[in-house]
């Protein structure tokens, strides 16, 4: 069976940073794809690179100090590395929009949702006046905000976290993107309203087919979500697997310490904790970045890189003491 080409595969993408302190290799050979109608969740501590490779895709990475090594991001088979900067802004809003993390960083204070909506519309879609008005109390409607058409006349500080970041999930859903991106979209919200969030970010990519790239820390988002899960550690992706094959069987010592660490709903276990720290980025550790903190660690940690390689079809891992399926189980990814 010949299987249809990724909407995203990101290959071997190396990002650095340089400052006084030196260069920090913040991605290192990233590896993973996203699907057609797909939710990916991207998971991992701070600090492991998941927003750089989020801005990397959209090409956000300033440059100095950031620089992309090496590698490819190929969304719908073109290379966005290559990409010119008018291309790139006719991409972003168009076909691959962003949700950041704290709405309030991202609305303008002095003027009103309305105004804010409509200049998206009007640039990304044309539309001005009456079909503009419509199509943004329509896309309020579609996140169930109540009353859209009064919300349109207010400003962002008049409005509670929960109704920011719906106005946010609208305005970059206005455009009918193919790729929506969402970095931890619900971090600042309480729980009641994470969860109403998250259905609507479900309900929506459902019914538009559209794709989402979700990156988190929270395990409990990425199970009630996700489709597929791809684990970053210290910049790399160290394993990736459907969303309940990756909670039954997880590979890596550091996934296995993720979902360890989840506390019991019963409050009656003690909590996982992983030893050690995590490495500096402008020296790390030479092989597998997790050795130093790893109870599994073997003769190659320390020398090797590991490489994803399939343990079974459709979920990969980079681990040296993990044994892997062999040609004819697994597939190049």
Sequence with gaps: MIRQMPLLEIHNLSVTFTN??????????????????????????????????????????????????????????????????????????????????????????????????????????????????????DMLSRVQMPDPLAVLKKYPHELSGGMRQRVMIAMELVCGPDLLIADEPTTALDVTVQGQVLAILMKLSRERDISVLMITHDMGVVAQVCDRVAVMYAGRVVETAPVKQLFSDPRHPYTRGLIASIPDMDGTGCLHSIPGNVPGLIDPPKGCRFHPRCEDRITPCDIRVPELEAVSPDHYVACHAVETAGPEQGEDR
Excluded: W
Aim: contains cysteine; charged residues 25%; glycine residues 12%.
């Design 20 to 137: 006084y302190q030196g260069t920090s290799s913040v991605l290192d050979r990233v590896r993973l794809s996203v699907e057609k109608g797909e939710i990916l969740g991207l998971v991992g501590e701070s600090g492991c690179g998941k927003s750089v490779t989020a801005r990397a895709v959209l090409g956000l990475i300033p440059m100095p100090p950031g620089k992309i090594g090496s590698g490819s991001i190929r969304f719908k088979g073109e290379d966005l590395t290559r990409a010119s900067k008018k291309r790139m802004r006719g991409i972003r809003g168009n076909e691959i929009s962003m949700i950041f993390q704290e709405p309030m960083s991202c609305l303008n204070p002095v003027f009103t949702v309305g105004n804010q909506m409509r200049e998206v519309i009007r640039i990304h879609r044309r539309l001005r006046g009456r079909q503009a008005e419509e199509l943004c109390a």
